[in-house]
């Protein structure tokens, strides 16, 4: 009977976070710099270029938490919701899946959760592809900017549901040959 009772908390937990997202204001304009929401401030960082042929580089969600806040792992264990990126590129970007670094045990009550404190940096492979030469004739000679809406659920005694659109410029020399 407990277990049900478990289960029932966290499916209910899970339902309202999900109607949270959708009505939460989402902070930033998806210009580069960090962003501050509540008890997380957020940013995308870029790497240095691979120097690879078409101009692959790593992008990072670096989030910073207050003391005592958490995010979840992408296998979060009882309870919780991983951060997670929806990207708007130019054309011939491409960003890979989020990478999770590994995470560590977080027991909440009778639940064992898994997650990030302190810094938490989820980076992303992001490669140039070269674009066929009537689009590169069009195609500005600079940085190329790339943006994310982002959701995530930071917690502590209570899970705070916060999304943000934020931006990051890739380094020049990340841009791939356009002949």
């Known amino acids: ?11 209910l937990s899970l339902a309202l976070q999900g109607i949270a997202f959708a009505q939460l204001h989402e902070v930033g ?24 042929p078409g101009g692959d580089t790593d992008v990072a969600l670096v ?4 003391s005592g806040w958490h995010v979840y792992w992408m296998n979060a264990g009882d309870a919780g919701e991983p951060p997670s990126a ?8 491409s ?20 997650g990030y404190e302190g810094t938490a940096v989820f980076p992303f492979a992001v490669k140039r592809n070269k674009l066929p030469s009537f689009a590169a ?6 940085e190329a900017h790339v943006q994310a809406h982002v959701r995530w659920l930071v917690c502590r ?20 040959e356009t002949q």
Request: proline share 12%.
């Open 1 to 11: 009977m407990t277990f049900l009772r478990s289960s029932w908390i966290v499916f």
């Open 29 to 52: 304009d998806g210009l580069s710099g960090p962003v501050k929401a509540a008890h997380v401030t957020a940013e995308l960082k870029a790497g240095n270029p691979a120097g690879s």
């Open 63 to 66: 989030l910073q938490l207050e």
């Open 86 to 93: 929806e990207w708007v590129t130019a054309a011939g970007v």
């Open 95 to 114: 960003v890979g899946p989020m990478q999770f670094p590994t995470p560590k045990r977080l027991p909440v009550g009778p639940l064992m959760d898994y």
């Open 137 to 142: 004739a069009t195609a500005p000679d600079s």
């Open 157 to 176: 005694e209570v899970c705070i549901p916060g999304k943000a659109f934020l931006g990051v410029n890739l380094p020049r020399s990340a841009t791939p």
